[in-house]
T-cell receptor, first 114, second 113 residues
C-alpha cells in the first residue's frame, strides 16, 4: 500500500518568512496530492491540491510542487502570518475505481512567530 | 448549511459499552469515508463506501461496523469499546472517481473511561 512521509514534524518561522513542507510517497499509482490545514480542535480543511498532470500549482500565498519521477511534493507558504499557524498534512491517493482513500503524512506543526 | 455533519461532537463512555456516531453530507457526493485521528494526530482511513457499498476496510477490528442507509449517510457503530478506541473520528465525503477533493466533518471526540 501507499506510504507517505512528511518532514519536518515541527517548523517555526518568523512572520513574513517562507515555510516549506516536504512529502514523499511510495506508490507510483498515486496521482492526486492534496494538502490539508488543521487548526487545534478543528477539522482538516483542504487548502490546495495537485494532480499528476501538472508540476506546480499556486493559489495566492500557497504553492505546491510535484516531482513524479522522484515521488515527492512540497507545500510552500510565502509571507507567513500568525493565522497560518496550524498542523499541515500532505496526502496521496490513486485514481481509478476501488481504492480512493487518502493516505496521510504524519503532519507538520507550523508556528508563525509574530 | 453544514456540508458534512457528525453527531455527537463529544462522546464519553465506559469500556465495554456500545456506541454509534452518525454522519450526513448534503454535498451530493456518493463516496463517504471514516478516518481515525489518534492522540499523535495521525490520520488513518478506516472505511470507505461508494453508493452504499463498502469498498475499503482497512484492517479495522470487527467491533467497528459501518452502515450506509443511503449515499448521504454513513454511520459508525462500535461494540465493546476499548481504551485504545479513544480518538477523534472524522467522516468525509467526495464525488466518485479519482482525484476528487474530500470534505471532512468536524469530528467526534471519543473518550473511553
Amino acid at each position: 500500500g501507499e506510504n507517505v512521509e512528511q518532514h519536518p514534524s515541527t517548523l517555526s518561522v518568523q512572520e513574513g518568512d517562507s515555510a516549506v513542507i516536504k512529502c514523499t510517497y511510495s506508490d507510483s499509482a498515486s496521482n492526486y496530492f492534496p494538502w490539508y490545514k488543521q487548526e487545534l480542535g478543528k477539522r482538516p480543511q483542504l487548502i490546495i491540491d495537485i494532480r499528476s498532470n501538472v508540476g506546480e500549482k499556486k493559489d495566492q500565498r500557497i504553492a505546491v510542487t510535484l516531482n513524479k519521477t522522484a515521488k515527492h511534493f512540497s507545500l510552500h507558504i510565502t509571507e507567513t502570518q500568525p493565522e497560518d499557524s496550524a498542523v499541515y498534512f500532505c496526502a496521496a491517493s490513486p485514481s481509478g475505481t476501488g481504492r480512493r482513500a487518502l493516505t496521510f503524512g504524519s503532519g507538520t506543526r507550523l508556528q508563525v512567530q509574530p | 448549511d453544514t456540508a458534512v455533519s457528525q453527531t455527537p461532537k463529544y462522546l464519553v463512555t465506559q469500556m465495554g459499552n456500545d456506541k454509534s456516531i452518525k454522519c450526513e453530507q448534503n454535498l451530493g457526493h456518493d463516496t463517504m469515508y471514516w478516518y481515525k485521528q489518534d492522540s499523535k494526530k495521525f490520520l488513518k482511513i478506516m472505511f470507505s463506501y461508494n453508493n452504499k457499498e463498502l469498498i475499503i476496510n482497512e484492517t479495522v477490528p470487527n467491533r467497528f461496523s459501518p452502515k450506509s442507509p443511503d449515499k448521504a449517510h454513513l454511520n459508525l457503530h462500535i461494540n465493546s469499546l476499548e481504551l485504545g478506541d479513544s480518538a477523534v473520528y472524522f467522516c468525509a465525503s467526495s464525488h466518485t472517481g479519482g482525484n476528487q477533493p474530500q470534505h471532512f466533518g468536524d469530528g467526534t471526540r471519543l473518550s473511553i473511561l
